[in-house]
């Protein structure tokens, strides 16, 4: 079963000719559409995230701000990053509905939960919004799970690295962040020696991937660097920042993925689940409207056992030798960090 937000209506949220846009999120609905799930679709009512919600991950006079500034008409929050009148109502319920999703995957213990929303999170810092973001939804959802005593892993396949996401659980134990992301781009974090705080050292992995990078190297990265440290955190809920921007038809990186790798990648995720029913994935990137049809069908697919139609996984890009000197650097900047902190 596939458990998904229903109210999907983002109208209000979108400044014209800006990439991050109303149709993304109508491409994204016709993938689900493609998968002919019938009665095994589930869309539960999203809400508007409570001020105690958000605080967990924002700071008061952020949401304060944000609020302030989309009430007295919005604009541009820096060179990126736009916000309209009704942006602050629809952060809420993007944020809400994360949360939605997470609780009925509880109730029901069983499904597969996909929060397909605008605008999206990984971007959205503490006290700042950016990169298209205006609130952390995926980290608002990690919050309410790690409240409720759970041990969350968080793994981010937006082309782009998650920085709001790892800043925000920098110093968190109960929360294993994993991101693949082209490096260098913007932001501009996400470097393999960021292992995490001294006080959750080895909770944030970090696998950049060269301009040009096929699914065959970010699998590898994923399987001998990040799988051993998801095996050793043994988290009991897996959460994904489902970005399809790695696609190579995506206007906006230098990735080379296909819908059939993102495929295997939902797949990969899945398998750190400890039970049915623990699985969610969140709508960041993905700015070519074909190709995120086809990556949220295949992934969804996958997760679900659909026959959905894929692209073939690639291979052979360039990046072997990036994931032997990213292993590499992991090792010597925990065993840097280890020293210091003793």
């Not at 298209?132 to 396949?157: H, K, M, Y």
């Not at 001998?224 to 995506?250: N, Y």
């Amino acid at each position: 079963m596939l458990i998904i937000n229903g109210g999907t209506d983002d109208a209000g949220h979108e400044d014209p000719g800006h990439p991050e846009r109303p149709e993304r999120l109508a491409a994204v609905m016709k993938g689900i559409e493609d998968l002919q799930l019938g009665d095994d679709l589930l869309a539960v009512a999203p809400y508007a995230a409570s001020r105690s919600e958000l605080a967990r991950v924002h700071e008061s006079t952020y949401l304060d701000q944000l609020g302030a500034f989309c009430f007295e008409g919005g604009g541009d929050l820096d060179e990126d990053t736009y916000a309209t009148y009704d942006s602050w109502a629809l952060a809420q319920h993007a944020a809400g509905a994360g949360l939605a999703v997470v609780k009925e995957l509880r109730i029901r213990g069983e499904g597969t939960g996909f929060v397909a929303v605008r605008p999206p999170g990984h971007h959205a810092l503490r006290d700042r919004a950016m990169g298209f973001c205006l609130l952390n939804n995926i980290a608002v959802a990690a919050a309410e799970l790690t409240s409720l005593g759970e041990r969350v892993l968080i793994i981010d396949w937006d082309v782009h690295h998650g920085n709001g996401t790892q800043a925000i659980f920098w110093n968190d134990p109960n929360v294993l962040y994993v991101s693949t992301h082209q490096w260098p781009l913007f932001p501009g974090s996400g470097a393999p020696y960021e292992v995490g705080g001294l006080e959750a050292l080895d909770t944030t992995v970090n696998l950049p991937m060269p301009p040009g990078a096929t699914g065959d190297v970010m699998r590898q990265a994923l399987e001998e660097t990040a799988a051993p440290v998801i095996d050793h955190f043994k988290p009991t809920w897996v959460l994904v920042s489902a970005g399809f921007d790695a696609h190579r038809a995506d206007p906006m990186a230098d990735l080379a993925l296909s819908s059939g790798d993102f495929a295997r990648l939902a797949t990969f995720a899945a398998s750190f689940a400890p039970r049915p029913g623990r699985v969610a994935l969140f709508l960041e990137g993905g700015y070519d409207l074909a190709a995120l049809r086809a990556s949220v069908s295949a992934s969804l697919g996958a997760l679900l056992g659909s026959s959905a139609t894929t692209e073939d996984p690639t291979n052979g890009g360039p990046g072997a030798d990036t994931v032997r000197t990213t292993r590499d650097a992991r090792q010597a900047a925990l065993r840097i960090a280890h020293d210091t902190s003793h």
